[in-house]
C-alpha cells in the first residue's frame, strides 16, 4: 500500500488475482520445501543474555520511567559526564504497559550522549525509534537509568563479560591434603576479583525416563508404585554452573597480592575457628581419599586505584547475579 498513491492502488487492486478455491487447491502439485530456520549466532545469544541480566538490574532497582516528550526538552538534561545504566521502553495505544526496547551499561560513553544517539532521528537508533511512533507502532516513548560509578561499571564487566578461570590443584600430599595451582598472568596492578565454585544441581528423574531404563522384557513385571519408587530415589546430574562466593577489592595490593593470599594459605595451620574465603579455600584442600576437592574458580579485571573506593560494589554484584554472596557479609 506504501508503494501507491490511493487512486493507483484502486486500479492495482482490480488487477489481483482472487485467492483459489478449495478445488483449485486441491489440484496444486505438492511440492516437497525444505525449511531453512536461520540459526542464532553465538554473538547474538550473548548479546540477548546481557542485555536479559541489564534489564533484571534495573528492575531490581525499581526506577520509575520517565515519559520522553520533546528533542528540546531532553537536551536540556544534566546527564552529560555520568556513567549509567539505562533503558528505553513503549507502550502502544493498546496496551500500556510499558515494554523494553533496548538496555544497555554505558561505561565508555557518558549517558548523555548515548541517549542523545536514541532520540535523535539522524541516527540509526534513533531513526528506529522515531519510524515506529510515526507508523503508531508505539504510542510513547520511555527511559529510565541509574546512575553507577565507574568501579560499578567495571564491577558489571567483570560479571558479564570476563570469563572464569578454573584453578587447578596438585594431587594429595601428605594423606589428604591437596594444593592449588595458581594460573600464570595475574596481573601486578590493583583492580577486582571474583572467586565461585562448581555447584552440582540434582533433580529426580522423571518415571518416563526411568520406564525407558528397565530391561528389555522387564517391563510387565513392575508396578507403577515400585517404579514411583524408584523414580523418586533416583537422581540425575544437570549442567553445572559457578556460584560467585566472594568479591575481592585489590585495593592496597594487587590482584597477584590478593589471589595468592587467598590460594596459598598454609593448610597446616588450618582451625576450625577460621571463617571467610580463607578458611572456605583451606577447607576445600583437606580432602576424604578417592574424593576430589571442590572445584574453585576466578576472574579478574583491572581497576585504577584512585576509583576502587567509589561505589557500593558488593550490592551491585549482588544484584546483578541476583543472590548474595556468601563470603561478602
Given at each position: 500500500?506504501?508503494?501507491?498513491s490511493?487512486?493507483?492502488?484502486?486500479?492495482?487492486?482490480?488487477?489481483?488475482?482472487?485467492?483459489p478455491?478449495?478445488?483449485?487447491?486441491?489440484e496444486?502439485?505438492?511440492?516437497?520445501?525444505?525449511?531453512?530456520?536461520?540459526?542464532?549466532?553465538s554473538?547474538?545469544?550473548?548479546?540477548?543474555?546481557?542485555?536479559?541480566?541489564?534489564?533484571?538490574?534495573?528492575?531490581?532497582v525499581?526506577?520509575?520511567?520517565e515519559?520522553?516528550?520533546?528533542?528540546t526538552?531532553?537536551?536540556?538534561?544534566?546527564?552529560?559526564?555520568?556513567?549509567?545504566?539505562?533503558?528505553?521502553?513503549?507502550?502502544?495505544?493498546?496496551?500500556?504497559?510499558?515494554?523494553?526496547?533496548y538496555?544497555?551499561?554505558?561505561?565508555?560513553?557518558?549517558?548523555?550522549?548515548?541517549?542523545?544517539?536514541?532520540?535523535?532521528?539522524?541516527?540509526?537508533?534513533?531513526?528506529?525509534?522515531?519510524?515506529?511512533?510515526?507508523?503508531?507502532?508505539?504510542?510513547?516513548?520511555?527511559?529510565?537509568?541509574?546512575?553507577?560509578?565507574?568501579?560499578?561499571?567495571?564491577?558489571?564487566?567483570?560479571?558479564?563479560?570476563?570469563?572464569?578461570?578454573?584453578?587447578?590443584?596438585?594431587?594429595p600430599?601428605?594423606?589428604?591434603?591437596?594444593?592449588?595451582?595458581?594460573?600464570?598472568?595475574?596481573?601486578?596492578?590493583?583492580?577486582?576479583?571474583?572467586?565461585?565454585?562448581?555447584?552440582?544441581?540434582?533433580?529426580?528423574?522423571?518415571?518416563?525416563?526411568?520406564?525407558?531404563?528397565?530391561?528389555?522384557?522387564?517391563?510387565?513385571?513392575v508396578?507403577?508404585?515400585?517404579?514411583?519408587?524408584?523414580?523418586?530415589?533416583?537422581?540425575?546430574?544437570?549442567?553445572?554452573?559457578?556460584?560467585?562466593?566472594?568479591?575481592?577489592?585489590?585495593e592496597?595490593?594487587t590482584?597477584?597480592?590478593?589471589?595468592?593470599?587467598?590460594?596459598?594459605?598454609?593448610?597446616?595451620?588450618?582451625?576450625?575457628?577460621?571463617?571467610?574465603?580463607?578458611?572456605?579455600?583451606?577447607?576445600?584442600?583437606?580432602?576424604?581419599?578417592?574424593?576430589?576437592?571442590?572445584?574453585?574458580?576466578?576472574?579478574?579485571?583491572?581497576?585504577?586505584r584512585?576509583?576502587?573506593?567509589?561505589g557500593?560494589?558488593?550490592?551491585?554484584?549482588?544484584?546483578?547475579?541476583?543472590?548474595p554472596?556468601?563470603?561478602?557479609?
Amino acid at each position: 500500500m506504501e508503494d501507491y498513491s490511493q487512486e493507483d492502488w484502486g486500479n492495482h487492486s482490480q488487477d489481483l488475482h482472487g485467492y483459489p478455491t478449495d478445488q483449485e487447491l486441491d489440484e496444486i502439485p505438492v511440492t516437497k520445501r525444505t525449511l531453512k530456520i536461520k540459526q542464532e549466532s553465538s554473538e547474538e545469544a550473548q548479546k540477548r543474555d546481557i542485555m536479559q541480566n541489564i534489564v533484571q538490574i534495573l528492575e531490581s532497582v525499581q526506577l520509575k520511567w520517565e515519559l520522553f516528550q520533546s528533542w528540546t526538552d531532553f537536551s536540556r538534561l544534566h546527564l552529560s559526564n555520568k556513567l549509567a545504566i539505562f533503558g528505553i521502553g513503549y507502550n502502544t495505544r493498546w496496551k500500556e504497559d510499558i515494554r523494553y526496547h533496548y538496555a544497555e551499561i554505558s561505561s565508555q560513553v557518558p549517558l548523555g550522549k548515548r541517549l542523545r544517539e536514541y532520540f535523535n532521528s539522524e541516527k540509526p537508533e534513533g531513526r528506529i525509534i522515531m519510524t515506529r511512533v510515526q507508523k503508531m507502532n508505539w504510542k510513547n516513548v520511555y527511559y529510565k537509568f541509574l546512575e553507577i560509578t565507574i568501579s560499578e561499571a567495571r564491577c558489571l564487566e567483570l560479571h558479564m563479560e570476563i570469563d572464569w578461570i578454573p584453578i587447578a590443584h596438585s594431587k594429595p600430599t601428605g594423606g589428604n591434603v591437596v594444593q592449588y595451582l595458581l594460573p600464570g598472568g595475574i596481573p601486578k596492578s590493583p583492580g577486582l576479583y571474583a572467586i565461585g565454585y562448581e555447584e552440582c544441581i540434582e533433580r529426580p528423574l522423571s518415571p518416563h525416563t526411568e520406564l525407558r531404563s528397565l530391561e528389555p522384557g522387564k517391563e510387565g513385571r513392575v508396578d507403577l508404585e515400585t517404579l514411583s519408587a524408584q523414580a523418586s530415589l533416583q537422581v540425575e546430574i544437570e549442567p553445572t554452573r559457578i556460584i560467585y562466593c566472594y568479591l575481592g577489592i585489590a585495593e592496597v595490593r594487587t590482584l597477584q597480592q590478593c589471589l595468592f593470599l587467598h590460594f596459598q594459605a598454609n593448610t597446616k595451620t588450618f582451625s576450625k575457628d577460621w571463617v571467610g574465603i580463607n578458611g572456605f579455600l583451606s577447607q576445600n584442600c583437606i580432602v576424604d581419599p578417592g574424593v576430589s576437592p571442590k572445584s574453585i574458580y576466578i576472574k579478574f579485571v583491572e581497576v585504577e586505584r584512585d576509583f576502587l573506593s567509589a561505589g557500593s560494589l558488593v550490592e551491585c554484584l549482588e544484584k546483578a547475579i541476583g543472590y548474595p554472596l556468601k563470603f561478602n557479609n
